[in-house]
């Protein structure tokens, strides 16, 4: 069984950042693609970025290339997604999600659908 608990959410004003990070606990998550999604009420969930288990040339959905980061570290078990030039748009619960279906996958899914085990999330708001 995997645990994920996020945290680093908040309030920040426009054009702030934050970083949030993801801690897993029940397996070592090494070897597996992790991915970052956000919510809204209403809403499905929507994929922000996904990583490989070796970390190399991460995905990024169009809304946030350019302006969000994700990062693992293996010896830590923890992954983070660096979220800078934050806009009112960004507002939403953002959840850690772990694929252990697939090792040392070379493409993290970019659907929900793809990952198995999910975080409790962790609310962003960006105030204008």
């Known amino acids: 069984q995997v645990q994920l608990v996020e945290s680093g959410g908040g309030s920040v004003q426009a054009g702030g950042s934050l970083r949030l990070s993801c801690a897993a606990s029940?397996?070592?998550?090494?070897?597996?693609?992790m991915g970052w999604f956000r919510q809204t009420p209403g809403k499905e969930r929507e994929y922000v970025a996904g990583?490989?288990?070796?970390?190399?040339?991460?995905f990024y959905a169009d809304s946030v290339k350019g302006r969000f980061s994700i990062s693992r570290d293996n010896n830590q078990n923890t992954f983070y997604l660096q979220m800078d030039s934050l806009k009112p748009e960004d507002t939403a619960i953002y959840y850690c999600?772990?694929?252990?279906?697939?090792?040392?996958?070379?493409?993290?899914?970019?659907?929900?659908?793809?990952?198995?085990?999910w975080g409790q999330g962790t609310q962003v708001t960006v105030s204008s």
């Open positions: 029940g397996r070592t998550l090494s070897r597996y693609s």
């Open positions: 999600a772990a694929d252990i279906r697939v090792i040392y996958s070379a493409h993290p899914g970019l659907d929900a659908s793809a990952y198995d085990y």
């Open positions: 990583i490989r288990w070796s970390g190399r040339d991460p």
